[in-house]
């Protein structure tokens, strides 16, 4: 059984342009930015929409310094 995340039309627009891509991903927090490398997740060229799954989603978590402020909180 498959439990990739797997959409056909964009949920936004509904377009059938959106495809699976896999990108570095730049981010801010508090001023403070943070790349996210090799993120794998749905792009639409149509609208802009990104839908990222569970797993990309930890993977940017993991990397942003927001949670790694609450993570030395909970260790404190």
Avoid: W
């Amino acid at each position: 059984m498959n439990n990739k995340l797997q959409i056909t039309i964009c949920p936004t627009c509904g377009s059938d342009k959106i495809r699976r891509v896999v990108r570095d991903i730049t981010r801010s927090y508090k001023g403070q930015t943070y790349i996210v490398p090799k993120v794998e997740f749905y792009d639409c060229p149509n609208c802009g929409e990104k839908v990222y799954d569970r797993e990309a989603m930890l993977k940017i978590e993991a990397n942003s310094p927001a949670y790694h402020k609450a993570d030395a909180l909970v260790d404190a």
